[in-house]
């Protein structure tokens, strides 16, 4: 028996929809339309594109919520969009479609920065409750600032500040990562907790821990690009991770004898 909603969430559902714009990217005109018309049939304003071309247009005439993307188009690829959206827009959420089902294509999507992997066809019914879950995730009323040897994460705003002053822009699930370290206070975060927290907010059943991995290497890639100082991020062999907050020496950081000052407001 299919649960009813409980009118709570029928209500955020309504607020979530209100003037959510959503852009969707495929190259099949037909499934495209379909789509799109599922997506408008449930309240979305919806911006069509059947290439990297049309797509880029779009974003350029403002910010979206949802992007669903097409892996393979005529002119490029989804994950090049889904890369550079990432950067110039990090709060907004990322669907990927493909007939491509391997993990490894899927760990490809994940890693430029999707936040969801869908495997086509899909069903438009489907397609609207993946957008509807990204968008109650990425719109929770989460407040935490925490400070660690002068980098200050900032999860209501996306931002990773260094000491320098200058911001990093964060995604969907490298703010996940800094959002559950920083709510241990410095301790190190065992392995296992911290993938069961990272597939807690991204809805699925599931964190590998070699996406897990990848998150770390390409947070660390990503901050070093940007010319920032080293990310106080460190990994205990054979426990977990943890933000480091003092010159402390690492056996004292890993025991968590040291924390990081936080503040969370409950929403």
């Not at 049309?54 to 669903?68: D, F, R, Y």
């Not at 690829?77 to 890369?83: C, H, I, L, M, T």
């Not at 002053?165 to 969907?172: I, K, Q």
């Not at 975060?189 to 059943?205: Q, T």
Request: contains cysteine.
């Amino acid at each position: 028996m299919i649960p009813e909603k409980t009118e709570a969430v029928a209500m955020q559902e309504d607020t979530l929809r209100g003037a959510t714009r959503v852009l969707l990217v495929d190259d099949d005109g037909e499934l495209r339309g379909l789509l799109a018309g599922e997506l408008a049939a449930n309240g979305f304003k919806v911006d069509e594109a059947g290439s990297v071309g049309e797509a880029q247009c779009l974003l350029a005439h403002g910010s979206i919520s949802v992007a669903i993307l097409d892996v393979q188009l005529p002119d490029g690829s989804g994950f090049a969009v889904a890369s550079r959206l990432r950067k110039q827009q990090p709060e907004t959420g990322i669907i990927m479609l493909s007939r491509h089902r391997s993990p490894a294509w899927q760990i490809a999507g994940l890693d430029v920065g999707a936040d969801t992997y869908l495997p086509k066809p899909i069903e438009g019914a489907v397609l609207v409750a993946a957008v509807r879950s990204l968008l109650r995730r990425l719109q929770a009323p989460r407040v935490m600032e925490a400070e660690a040897r002068g980098w200050t994460f900032h999860d209501d705003g996306w931002q990773l500040v260094a000491p320098d002053g200058r911001s990093l822009a964060l995604g969907a699930a490298e703010r996940a990562l800094l959002a559950a370290l920083a709510a241990r206070a410095g301790s190190t975060m065992a392995r296992g907790d911290l993938l069961a927290a990272l597939a807690a907010d991204s809805g699925e059943e599931s964190f590998t821990s070699h996406r897990l991995d990848m998150l770390v290497h390409r947070l660390r890639r990503k901050v070093e690009e940007s010319g920032l100082p080293p990310l106080p991020l460190k990994a205990i062999r054979g426990q977990g991770l943890v933000l480091l907050q003092s010159s402390g020496t690492d056996e004292a950081q890993a025991s968590g004898a040291t924390g990081i000052p936080s503040r969370q407001e409950a929403p």
